[in-house]
């Protein structure tokens, strides 16, 4: 019996399926019924079911506002998972570990989701005293020294369609809630190249970061010390954090192919 191909033990349901996901790139976030049937050259009914399969398993998920689609946190789940096993991770970890040594201080690596930051993996200091690990949390990038250094190089247009046309949500007394504020302090960390959350977040907490690069010279994460604010005084932020971490994020871009 000829041994057959294994082309010829595809799912079409399947392959439609990935189809569909896979319509979602570059900055395309959302896409409607109609938008994805004219891409995949399918009729509206068979999208409809689709896109009611992989909602049901959080593959995507629907915008109640736009009544859109877009992906969902399960396809997140499984990026984490490549970039755990082949990417981000594995090149940070040991850039981290290097980093608490040198200062004695939390250390993460993080990237951006849906302008919320998500905290990949830790190194803990073994100081008594010290912040929480947040491995797998969504937290305001607006707020958070990770984020800030990562919205700081997208483009006006960009952080119009992020940034709610209200003032920003207060979590503490330094957070920044005007727009306007906001967003002259990340023209200015954008010309220095790392960012600093002053207690913005947490109250008694710090936090510097500096962004990691890959081989497209895009950013895709970040790198960061953090801890309590009695220990991150404005001279040592400046004269040994900010440069241990800025260090740190060239190591890790290095590792990814970037090329200054």
Known sequence: MAK???????????????????QFHGEVDELGVTELSKRLKLHKNNVFRLLATLESRSYIEQNKVTENYRLGLKTLELGQTFIKQMGLLRQ?????????????????VSILKDFNIVYLDVVETAMTVRVVPRVGSRLP????????VQIAYM?????????????????????IIDRDVLKKQLKQIAE??????????????????APIRDYTRRIIGAVSISGPSMRFSD??????????????????????????
């Open 4 to 22: 057959k191909e294994k082309s010829e033990y595809l799912i079409q349901a399947v392959s439609h399926a990935l189809d569909l996901l896979e």
């Open 92 to 108: 940070s970890k040991p850039v981290l570990e290097t980093l608490v040594e040198a200062c004695n201080e939390t250390t993460y």
């Open 141 to 148: 990038a607006y707020c958070t020294a990770a984020g800030k």
């Open 155 to 175: 483009s006006d247009e960009e952080l119009e369609t992020y940034l709610p046309t209200k003032e920003l949500k207060g979590f503490t007394p330094t957070t």
């Open 192 to 209: 220095q190249g790392y960012a600093l959350d002053n207690e913005e977040l947490d109250i008694g907490v710090k936090c510097v970061s």
């Open 235 to 260: 001279e040592r932020i400046n004269n040994e954090l900010v440069p241990l971490v800025l260090k740190a994020g060239e190591e890790i871009s290095a590792k990814l192919g970037f090329q200054k």
